[in-house]
């Protein structure tokens, strides 16, 4: 383990998504992409089994990083901005007959915060599961309630293989580097729930622009 692995922390990554809102419940684009390269990295460090996820995600937060520095930034400040200027503008399909936007914002975080609820999902598994439950089932189930409906079903079973290959629950645990398993099932009670806020908020702006089915 090298030293930038054994100075990450899980907790101050989940934690750092209590900054993305505002006290008006804007989501800042600029501390959501930071944040999630953190969790990039955790999924970097449990190995090559979660590359199709932090792959795609790499790829999609170059784009919102292009954004947030082209000569149209000022738009791109917040998640309600981006959809109130895209939207306003016709730069996004919202008709979902074609995809002729795919670098748009919304589009772009539409996929991480699939993403993100994947994630969301199986960190909470983990959470509430018991010593013996095996962390690929736990995987497998988020996965299916999430991401997997927006998947060929060759990459369905490409990731479902994948995923026997996970460590058990205490590795998965210690791995968030906040001592035991005991302590990481504690801090994660305390931290997912702002992932989950900064999710919801998302949800319900997305739901009311009709942007949760774009192309």
Known sequence: MDASERDFNLKVVLISFKQCLTDEGEVLLDHYIDSWKGLVRFLNSLGAVFSFISKDVVSKLQIMERLRNSPQSEHYTS???MVAYEVSNKLVDIDHRSCRHPNSGCRTVLRLHRALHWLQLFLEGLRTSSENDRTSTL??????????????????????????ALPSRKVFLESMNVGSSE????????ALPFIEHVYDISQKLYAEHSLLDLP
């Open 79 to 81: 998640l309600q901005s």
């Open 183 to 190: 302590q990481a099932v504690e801090m994660l009670g305390e």
């Open 139 to 164: 995987c497998s189930d988020a996965y299916n309630t999430t991401l997997a409906a927006y998947h060929s079903w060759i990459v369905r079973q490409a990731v479902t293989v994948a995923f026997c």
